[in-house]
């Protein structure tokens, strides 16, 4: 009893301290049940973390529609089917890039030939069928770039360089999630596609990717995309997507604009993660790129040591959270120009919230040009000031995680961010 008493009084104590020594009996007492109850937040909040992670781990393909009453479902690795036999033959399927974790898993692809490869795409995707049209649809969880480590950079670059590399057109905005058909690959200038190539992405830097190819019509391609758990798939991120199974309705008529638009901001959000890169190629501290060679388990292993030995900042969440934010500013301000220039019966307060939006975007105007959008959305956008980041938008407040500094050990100086821990060889 006596030991209780002192552990309550010295906590009293240190309680008082905080509000100055005005706490009284019944204020301690809410402190006690504040904390009880922020304690229980947190323990929430880690079970929730570690079934997400669980979810992500085992793959998208339970999100995969399954069979329905015009389309039938069929294994990649029923090679007797024929609608499996065609879209082998015609519809060039590959593994993503980013989901060979190894060197040793490449060697591995590359040595099963054929049968190795639809083994891998048998984890991802399935090919439906219905009469004369046939799809293969593959829905694949791409990690966060290991972007400290060369192996890693390396391999976010040719990453970009593919997506680069096509003639593309925007195809249809989904739940939020915006599809871009590819007509053209520019590494292949002389060869048209003979099928429809479909993509969608979900996220930045970790993405949920969703990839068709097809023979089928316009109608058919959105009966199976519409068939898919939007919501289920962004909660795999750890950076859920704003816009992403909330409902959100583009007309079909600037679905395909919107689309474009949408592609666009990604492609300009990697830009800005590009320009980061070429900093740390350019400040490469060569004793911590041995330490990361030696010490990474894979492509997608971050590596113990800050490549740049501390002279160049990135943090991939300010960029997560910065793209989620510019797609609802672009979303909301093409929910209000549709409400001006058709004169839609929309729900006021939406269109209200997307008018303060919108202007908080300066996109006062409907009527101009894309790129002046993106130019001054951009300063409104922490994750494009790659230089130095904003701090306070490092993290949402609902999962705050301060950096920790660790001393002692090779490279004395390390801080960890999130679940990312940066060190300098030289401990400065």
Request: glycine share 8%.
């Amino acid at each position: 009893m006596i030991i209780v008493l002192v552990i309550i009084g010295l906590d009293y104590y240190q309680q008082d301290k905080k509000h100055e020594g005005t706490l009284s009996a019944n204020g301690y007492v809410d402190t006690i049940k504040h904390r009880f109850a922020k304690q229980q937040v947190e323990r929430d909040a880690k079970a929730a973390e570690r079934e997400r992670e669980k979810l992500w781990k085992a793959g998208a393909k339970p999100y995969l529609p399954a069979s329905t009453k015009r389309w039938s479902r069929f294994e990649l690795t029923d090679t007797d089917n024929e609608a499996v036999a065609t879209a082998i033959s015609k519809y060039a399927m590959t593994p993503l890039v980013s989901s060979i974790s190894n060197t040793a898993e490449l060697m591995s692809l590359t040595n099963s030939g054929k049968d190795g490869i639809l083994r891998k795409l048998s984890k991802t995707g399935a090919v439906y069928g219905q009469g004369e049209e046939i799809a293969w649809f593959d829905i694949s969880l791409k990690p966060e770039s290991a972007r400290n480590t060369l192996a890693g950079i390396a391999l976010s670059r040719q990453q970009n360089f593919m997506d680069h590399a096509v003639i593309k057109k925007g195809f249809a905005v989904i739940d939020g999630v915006a599809f871009i058909e590819i007509t053209q690959d520019t590494t292949s200038p002389t060869e048209s596609l003979a099928y429809r190539k479909i993509t969608g992405r979900i996220g930045i830097d970790e993405e949920v990717v969703l990839r068709l190819h097809t023979n089928a019509s316009d109608a058919s391609i959105r009966e199976i995309l519409g068939a898919v758990d939007y919501a289920a798939l962004n909660a795999l991120l750890t950076y859920p997507s704003p816009v992403v199974g909330q409902g959100i309705s583009v007309t079909l008529a600037r679905q395909p604009e919107v689309a474009e638009k949408m592609d666009r901001l990604y492609s300009k959000m990697k830009m800005v993660q590009e320009k980061t890169t070429n900093e740390k190629l350019k400040n490469l501290d060569f004793a911590a790129v041995m330490v990361n060679t030696m010490t990474a388990s894979g492509f997608n292993s971050e590596g113990l040591m800050d490549i740049t030995g501390g002279e160049v900042f990135e943090n991939q969440d300010v960029l997560q959270i910065g793209y989620g934010r510019a797609q609802k500013l672009l979303l909301d301000a093409d929910i209000r120009r549709a409400a001006l220039e058709y004169g839609a019966e929309m729900d006021t307060g939406l269109v209200n919230d997307a008018i303060e939006l919108d202007a908080a975007a300066n996109d006062s105007a409907p009527e101009q040009d894309a790129p002046g959008f993106f130019d001054r959305l951009k300063d409104k956008l922490p994750a494009f000031d790659a230089s130095e980041p904003k701090p306070a938008a490092a993290k949402p407040a609902t999962n705050n995680q301060p950096v920790r500094v660790h001393k002692g050990g090779v490279g004395s100086g390390c801080a960890k961010v999130g679940s990312i821990k940066r060190c300098s060889v030289t401990g400065q």
